[in-house]
């Protein structure tokens, strides 16, 4: 059980899960990461090494390049989920906005 919170607690940074994001489309390096996140090395790197210690994100290093990769294999299909969810939650959100201004204008 301790393992699920410590990889849902990963995945709740912020930068963690922008880079989990970019690596749901393919292999990358910290260069490629870095750019698509817009974070410095040192964030980045930082980001990468807590992904990697709790067994989200596995590496493979190519000639005097590291290429990260997503180790968990529904990850992807996880957080396409959280975003349908949040969506819903916004436009629910939205809903009960409208209707509380159309009571008000009553």
């Not at 396409?80 to 009960?96: F, M, P, T, Y």
């Amino acid at each position: 059980m301790n393992i699920k919170i410590d990889i849902l607690k990963a995945m709740s940074n912020p930068l963690r899960l922008k880079v989990l994001e970019c690596l749901c489309e393919g292999r990358k390096n910290v260069s490629e990461i870095m750019q698509s996140c817009q974070e410095s090395q040192s964030s980045v790197s930082k980001a990468l090494s807590t992904l990697k210690n709790i067994g989200i994100i596995s590496d493979e290093k190519i000639g005097n390049q590291v290429f990260y990769n997503i180790a968990i294999c529904c990850l992807d299909k996880f957080l396409i989920s959280l975003d349908q969810v949040a969506q819903e939650s916004a436009n629910r959100q939205i809903q009960k906005l409208k209707q509380s201004v159309a009571k008000e204008n009553i």
